[in-house]
């Protein structure tokens, strides 16, 4: 249906982002022109098109970015009404959509290859469009920005799918901003406990408070913020590092190695996330496993800039710990969570134990080692392709009923 290279990424503020395509890269010859047009205060004059033309079995495309027919977890795909849209008469601020179109990607599927120039076959992978973004974006989010004396601000970076900010976004933004005011130290044991919800729509504010410094030795006590309200706290002990006097770390586990494992998608393009065994699913029917979750983590392309090497491998920490805890369930997964039951991260403890190289494989190891009382707890590594222990965390989440049956909630907020 389409395969372009050059395909635009429009974002507006509280919606899903849109793909458009330059109409030569559609096949548009299995789609008619409806007569309504839709005028859209910010696209402008919208036009509709529509297909009788269904291929359920079309594949997407190999290269660049696609769209197809196939599986939506949102519409039926077998209605064809609408489904492109072109841009007509844009306004002026988006005069580049002129003359492109874009698709109902909830009826249609949009994946993009995650890949560029020269990507060996072994690296490439599809992310399912519309995506969070890319690893630039993530990393400008974790790239916190300097506002005054040991204080820093975040970039906004709206998520139309779940707007609230992760507990290991603020541990890997607190690390980044410590690693910026005692520059030649590196973050060695990092706490935070997340107080409250942070809003993912508005910026974030960290206030770094001296609390010792010494000839190696740096603490930190952090407080996040937005607007009056303080979302988490949290301390870091830097350090300047020595030479070993004595040296010895846990084994890595016996794991597929990432080119073994499965690629799964969190909507990154420029990150690859490979699951051992495919064993994270959010589907409360998978099969019943122990509470151990391996994935491999790596970035394509990153800055040599060690503080936000280590604020990046911090942030993925809270992603895979509460699924460990579920997985022994049957009838329960990460898909009802904020709608049947409560789930949330409510403290990371991190221990960074040589440089980080996020854009080389990581393997996070978690293991959840209790549930109950409406807590789990995991104890968690993280190991070099090679197999050497980089860094150790434990994680404490809640898994508990919602205190009230609330059928007005948004789960896109709720905990």
Request: proline content about 7%.
């Amino acid at each position: 249906m389409a395969d372009s290279t050059a395909a635009l990424r429009l974002e507006v503020a509280g919606d899903a982002p849109i793909l458009c395509f330059p109409a030569d890269d559609v096949e548009l010859s299995v789609f008619r022109h409806d007569t309504a047009s839709v005028t859209c205060p910010v696209k402008g004059v919208v036009e509709q098109w529509s297909t009788d033309r269904l291929d359920p079995g079309a594949g997407a495309a190999s290269t660049g970015t696609g769209a197809s027919w196939g599986e939506s977890p949102v519409a039926d795909a077998t209605d064809g009404s609408g489904v492109l849209w072109a841009f007509t008469d844009p306004p002026e601020p988006l005069a580049a959509l002129a003359g492109r179109v874009a698709f109902d990607h909830d009826r249609v599927r949009v994946e993009v290859v995650d890949a560029v120039a020269g990507t060996p076959e072994r690296d490439v992978t599809t992310k399912w469009f519309p995506t969070w973004g890319d690893a630039a974006d993530l990393l400008e989010v974790m790239d916190v920005r300097p506002i005054g004396e040991h204080r820093y601000v975040t970039v906004i970076r709206d998520d139309h799918r779940r707007p609230v900010v992760e507990a290991s976004q603020m541990l890997g933004q607190a690390i980044v901003a410590a690693g910026r005011c005692a520059p030649g130290r590196r973050v060695v044991s990092s706490h935070l406990v997340a107080l409250r919800a942070a809003d993912a729509r508005a910026p974030l504010e960290l206030q770094l408070h001296p609390a010792g410094e010494g000839r190696t030795f740096t603490t930190f006590t952090v407080d996040v913020t937005q607007g009056d309200r303080r979302c988490a706290v949290g301390m870091l002990l830097l350090d300047v590092t020595a030479g070993d006097v004595i040296a010895h770390a846990a084994a890595p586990p016996e794991v597929a190695g990432p080119y073994d494992s499965v690629p799964h998608d969190m909507g990154v393009t420029g990150r690859d996330l490979r699951v051992v065994d495919a064993a994270y699913t959010d589907d409360p029917d998978a099969p019943v496993g122990p509470p151990v979750l391996d994935a491999w983590v790596r970035f394509r392309e990153l800055p040599d800039d060690p503080p936000l090497h280590a604020g990046l491998l911090a942030q993925f920490t809270g992603h895979m710990s509460i699924a460990a805890a579920l997985r022994p369930h049957a009838g329960i997964g990460q898909r009802d969570a904020h709608r049947t039951f409560s789930t949330a991260v409510n403290a990371i403890s991190l221990s960074l134990h040589a440089d980080i190289r996020a854009d080389r494989w990581l393997l996070y190891h978690h293991l959840s080692t209790f549930a109950g009382d409406g807590m789990t707890h995991s104890e968690c590594r993280v190991h070099d392709e090679a197999g050497r222990l980089l860094a150790s965390f434990s994680v404490d989440g809640m898994v508990r009923p919602f205190a009230r049956v609330d059928a007005a909630r948004d789960d896109r907020t709720a905990l």
